[in-house]
């Protein structure tokens, strides 16, 4: 499981999460966000980790896609699914939702560390041709790497 975030990922008040409360099971005191991940800084991208199997309601993925939008640039957010061990129809329609929510934005989500169940289930209903989805985290990050300025000047040059 990951660990608790400190702090909210929606208005970034501190947290007061009682140790007995199940993921979940909290809500920011402040804007009522349920806590149904975490959020890291990435050097191209904002991760965010599920770390519970909570389904998003359609006000938390309005209120999450305002966040990642508000930071100013286009959105750049890999979500980490590894915390998910099966989806439900209102998962995927918030994953959809989100993922309609960034590209209008100009921005990219890319979803990763899917597990298996998780990934058949997603293939299987043809997601992945409108969601990104990328084996690890690694490969996430890739994606929204620069190039290469060395491959990009090797290129130019053999085009000369």
């Known amino acids: 499981?990951?660990?608790?975030?400190t702090e909210c990922p929606i208005c970034g008040n501190p947290l007061d999460i009682g140790p007995l409360q199940l993921p979940g099971d909290a809500a920011c005191?402040?804007?009522a966000h349920v806590l149904w991940f975490s959020l890291r800084t990435a050097a191209n991208a904002i991760v965010a980790d599920v770390i519970t199997g909570k389904v998003p309601t359609n006000q938390d993925i309005v209120r999450v896609s305002q966040a990642f939008i508000a930071r100013g640039r286009p959105p750049q957010v890999i979500l980490n699914l590894s915390g998910v061990q099966l989806v439900s129809s209102s998962f995927i329609a918030g994953l959809i939702a989100l993922n309609k929510?960034?590209?209008d934005a100009k921005g990219k989500l890319v979803l990763c560390e899917l597990t298996p169940v998780v990934h058949e289930t997603l293939t299987g209903?043809?997601?992945d041709r409108i969601l990104k989805l990328v084996e690890k985290e690694s490969d996430a990050m890739a994606v929204f790497s620069p190039p290469d300025s060395r491959l990009e000047r090797a290129t130019t040059l053999d085009a000369h």
Request: aromatic share 8%; hydrophobic share 35%.
């Open 1 to 5: 499981m990951k660990p608790w975030p």
């Open 29 to 31: 005191h402040t804007c």
């Open 101 to 103: 929510r960034m590209n």
């Open 125 to 127: 209903a043809k997601l």
